[in-house]
């Protein structure tokens, strides 16, 4: 039997900081107990002290009896610990493409044009390891689910659709120890030909989560959005998709997508992420697409950093940022979760993996400062993006998988403003990853 038991955890966002006593066993949440104050145990153990086996299973050298599973309490002393972080929208089939596929113009259709290009010169084996690091990456940082749209290129023919698919599965098995991953292929624009419904359908019956897409790119984007949702339904699985990731506030396929949601009771169901043009459009428009948002109860996602990269390219003067109407969707009930979108790729250069990181730079986008948005910035990375995917078995409570990440922070400012290096990451009950960077001046310096 195998336990850990935590004291002294100030947890979030939903425990409001106060201090808890914590206890796992195979791997789910058994005890969470609130402290009237700090407690001091004798034998307790310091994080700093957690060490992880060579081989990476996650076990961990703390005291105690192993033959019993018995090890003595780990002492937080008052840092955070969240449930494992959330990353609702990612791209690890294109990480660290970059080298290979530049964007010269940093646009978002040069980066669809020349990745469209590149796409047959990958093999399975580079888009497997490619998954597999961005994946450990993420979960360095202390993402412990996590839903990867993957691209699904049938114009190059169906070997190079399905070596990605099949690239998907094999690293998802991979890691299944280490983290949770969903992925959704991208249900390709202008795919009139039957046999790629057939593939698509193909894709889901292989161990895909889902239909993801990008309509608002087509030509006839009714039509595709149509298509889309009645293959959905043929299915019995859920939507996720790239939508109005566009400069231009006349492009509103998300009415669209709120209507089919409706017609096929696909409530509750459809993710929607982007949104650009909804930042764009006039106050009385944007109220009222939000309005029918709402009453489709869409899901939603905001991937700030992507956007503010790619977004207001070709804008003199007043430049559009294209970060959604954050405050405005969570004002409106919509679910709006946080997340990364694409990493050291012709679409983004940057990025890590790190929601904490995403968080701030929400915070910047959408001016959320006050203690009451850092808050809130929390819960979009953990309780609204498990929301947003679907997690029905998700939080720091009794019952519940024990996924967690601990950070080197009292509170939400501490950790916003900080982004600490030092970070221990758990997945059902046994440390994952543990990185420690207590820092020591090399010299005396004069105050």
Known sequence: ??????????????????????????????????????????????????????????????????????????DLEGRMLLPGFVDSHMHLDKAFTLPAVPNRSGTLLEAIENYRRAVSSFSKEDIRSRIIRTARLALSFGSTVLRSHLDFHLHAGADVAMRTIEAALEAREKLRHLIDIQFFPMFPYHAHEPHYADLMKETIRMGMDGIGGAPHLSSTPDDDIARLFRMADELGCPIDLHVDENDDPNVRTVLTIAEQTKRFGFEGKVTVGHLCSLAGMPQHIADEVIERMAEARLKAVTLPAANLYLQGRGDKGVVRRGVTRVKELLAAGIPLAAASDNIHDPFHPFGRGDLLQIALITGYAAHMGSPQDMRQLLRMITVTAADVIGLEDYGVKPGRPADFVILDARTPEEALTMLPAARWVGKRGRFVFASVAHGRWLEETES
């Not at 039997?1 to 004291?7: D, Q, S, V, Y």
């Not at 058994?30 to 402290?35: A, F, M, N």
């Open 1 to 74: 039997m195998r336990r850990l038991r935590m004291i002294n955890a100030a947890l979030y966002p939903d425990g409001g900081g106060r201090l808890y006593e914590l206890a796992a066993e195979n791997g789910v949440w058994r005890t969470v107990r609130g402290q009237e104050s700090a407690v001091h145990e004798p034998d307790a153990v310091r994080l700093a002290d957690i060490r992880l086996d060579e081989a990476g299973r996650g076990q961990t050298t703390v005291p105690g009896d192993p033959s019993a599973g018995e090890t003595a309490a780990l």
